[in-house]
Each structure stands twice: as C-alpha cells, then as structure tokens.
C-alpha cells in the first residue's frame, strides 16, 4: 500500500478574499511556508496564484491544493472545472486535488466522481488525489472506487474539542493522510485553560501547543492566519515537543464540538 506525501504543515486560505489572501500568502511563502491549501468554492484562487507568483519562491517548491466543488461532481464537468482552477492559480497542476465534501444527495454517484477526479491524475492535472469530510463508510467506497494506495489524504474538521479518533485510525490504517482542518476550532480552544498550562510550561503559544498535538498524532495541519506574527508562530509548532502527560491532557479536550457540518453536503459523522 503507497503511503501519499503529504507535507505536514501547510497555510490555509478558507475564508480570506481579494488582498487579504494575497498578502497571507505571500507572508507564509516568505516565512517558509511550501504547502497552500484553497478550494474553488473559496472564491480566491487566482488571488491564491498571484500570490504565489509574486513571491518568486519557484512553483516545484510549493504543495499546492484545491478542492473540486460540489457543483462540478458531474463526470462531465469535473475536469474542466479543474483545468480552470489551473487557468486561476497559473499553474499546469496541482499537487493535491479533493473532492470537498461527500454530498450524498446531490445526484452524482460517488463511483462516478471518484472515477472523474483519478482520470484528472492521469492526464497529469493533479499529482495526488484525495477526498475532505468524508466518513468511515464513504472513504470505504471512495476506495473502492479508485483503489487502494491511491487516496492521499481525508481532510477532515479535526481539533482537540473534536477529536475523531475513530475516523482518524481508520485512515492510518488504510495509509490515507489525516489532514485536520480547524484544528484551533475558530479559535475557540485558544482560551482552554488546560492548553495555556501546557503552552506556559513550554514557552509557547495555545494555538502552537494545539498545531504540535495535531502534528504528534501524525497528523497535517493547514492553518490560517492574517496577520504575520501569528504565522511565523504556528511555524514554530513543527519543533515543540509534547510530553505523553501533555498529549494525555489534550486527549480529555474531546467535546465533539463540531463547527461545520453543512445539510445536503455532509455525511453522518462517525
């Protein structure tokens, strides 16, 4: 079973529009960052592009991926919807391309779809495939569908107050990349009290403290900032350290306090 390559730490882009994307962008190129993450449905890829255009670090450094919306599922559409995401992000391919949610109802079989993306491997539009917000039963299927080793990654609402362990093994098992998204929760585990114990005794930040956990756990993690000094911090948690009695402690943290579940788009949880 391959293993996908998928880099640990990434910057994401959900949310951030027109300048603000690009100066992101550029700041976490300029820092360090090689791995960015957008979607088509964030409206800001060609904002994403020039970004990363202009910040002169060579497109074969960066791990690039987008996300296929639900709008362009139809085998049909999927391709070309995927080619115009290159056309916005100035790029011949992308590193990563998932479908972004499972949207079970929306008329387009998940066969179907999983098929369209894999063929948009082939064609050389996108090095690895994967999915996002995916359960345990519909990654069984999206396996099915275009084999096993072949999907890099589910990128999933991950955080120490939604912690999906069961989810999270399953794909370990299967050799599948968890990426966590939200992994401060909208911010919400930055004033846990256990967090800021944990980030006092190392010196740190809660938000590194929670970014290292995630990372501990083998995890990637892609989180957003606007603002440069917060950046360069989440950076600095790819060298903290958690001890087991601190990872013991983030692991008391699970609330299931899920923030984005969408009707019509998402699965039933796990």
Known sequence: MTTSTIPQFGIGTFRLKDQVVIDSVRTGLELGYRAVDTAQIYGNEAEVGQAIVESGVPRQDIFLTTKIWVDNYAPEKLAASLEESLRKLRTDYVDLTLIHWPAPGNGVPLQAYMTALAQTRERGLTRQIGISNFNIALTREAIA??????????????????????????????????????????????????????????????????????????????????????????????????????????????????????????????
Request: charged share 15%; aromatic share 6%.
């Open 145 to 270: 569908a275009v084999g096993e080793g072949n999907i890099a990654t589910n990128q999933i609402e991950l955080s120490p107050y939604l912690q999906n362990r069961k989810l999270a093994q399953f794909l370990q098992a299967q050799g599948i990349t968890v990426t966590s998204y939200m992994t401060l929760a909208y911010g919400k585990v930055l004033g846990d009290p256990v967090l800021g114990d944990i980030a006092a005794r190392h010196q740190a930040t809660p938000a590194q403290v929670a970014l290292a956990w995630a990372m501990q756990l083998g995890y990637a993690v892609i989180p957003s900032s606007t603002k440069r000094a917060n950046l360069e911090g989440n950076l600095q948690a790819r060298t903290l350290r958690l001890s087991d009695a601190d990872m013991a402690a983030i692991a008391g943290l699970e609330r299931n306090g899920r923030e984005v579940s969408p009707a019509g788009l998402a699965p039933d949880w796990d």
